[in-house]
């Protein structure tokens, strides 16, 4: 699910959607701008001036969303919540019109699955605020110091925020705004978020007949292709998996990358 999305406007009031890249294609562009027609001149780049950019992102690293039904169970613990100190930055999240922070069914229904450890589905990790936090630093790096674009510290009239309205996707994005502004604001943060039957930043099957029913039968009808249900079988076995209830190559990979990323990239190395 996307974390978030912003976007930024140079000395004016304007906004910043929160996760990864439209600048780069704003440059690209620019640079392949050469001229269509013999007589056309190339682009002046240096009367090129930068008016906004949209980030767009997903969360951090986090815990599965569905354990897998073997007899040893990845544990989860409950210090892999503890947040880096470095990554704390106060918000508020309301709805679209800054009216109060809308209801999301999601983070209800993920503590039900309860993890082996303490941990629930779905939680945001340390190694996952880590990552949002380094991915700030590195949009600091390109708009505030190598591009004078973005003041350095957080204010509301150069920066607009929006969410998917789920816990793990609002801690991603506090901790990529605290690494891009290194924790120091002029204002008020605020996250804006829509309702769920509404939502447009994540596939809504909920709310859009047309998605829902052309994916439906999808994922099962996948699973079904010549060789795809004897290759699963065999890593099912392999993993002595003997369950059938929902256990697929998306939720086999959904554990994998998530036990991968539960130690951070430096601890797997040293562990291997």
């Known amino acids: 699910m996307i974390g978030g999305v912003f976007s930024v406007r140079m000395w004016a009031p304007v906004g910043f959607l929160t996760s990864l890249a439209y600048c780069v294609h704003q440059r690209r562009t620019a640079r392949a701008e050469p001229s269509r027609a013999e007589n ?6 240096s009367q090129l001036e930068l008016k906004m950019v949209q980030v767009v992102f997903r969360h951090g690293a986090r815990s599965p969303l569905k354990p897998l039904p073997q007899e040893e169970q990845a544990e989860w613990n409950l210090r892999l919540l503890e947040v ?4 704390q930055f106060d918000y508020t999240v309301t709805n679209l019109t800054g009216g109060p922070k809308p209801h999301c069914p999601f983070d209800s229904q993920y503590p039900e699955t309860k993890l082996k450890g303490g941990m629930f589905a779905g939680q945001l990790t340390n190694v996952g605020m880590q990552q949002m936090f380094a991915l700030g630093e590195r949009l600091r790096k390109n708009y ?19 969410s998917t309205n789920i816990y793990r996707n609002l ?16 204002g008020p943060i605020i996250i804006h978020a829509d309702e769920a039957s509404s939502e447009v930043l994540y596939p809504n099957y909920q ?16 699973s079904l292709q010549p060789g795809i249900s004897e290759d699963l079988q065999k ?4 993993m002595c998996i003997t369950s059938n209830d929902g256990v697929d190559f998306l939720s086999l990979f959904d554990n994998m990358a998530a036990e991968q990323e539960k130690i951070g990239p430096r601890r797997l190395c040293e562990s291997q």
């Not at 056309?40 to 780049?45: E, F, I, L, Y």
């Not at 505030?144 to 929006?162: K, Y």
Request: proline share 9%.
């Open 207 to 222: 709310n859009c007949w047309s998605l829902r029913e052309r994916t439906r039968g999808r994922r099962q009808a996948a």
């Open 144 to 162: 505030v110091e190598d591009i004078p674009f973005l003041s350095p510290t957080f204010n509301p009239m150069e920066v607009f925020v929006r």
């Open 171 to 186: 801690e991603s994005t506090r901790c990529l705004l605290a690494g891009l502004f290194q924790c120091q604001k002029e």
């Open 84 to 87: 880096p100190p470095e990554t």
């Open 40 to 45: 056309q001149h190339p682009v002046d780049r």
């Open 235 to 238: 890593v099912k076995e392999g």
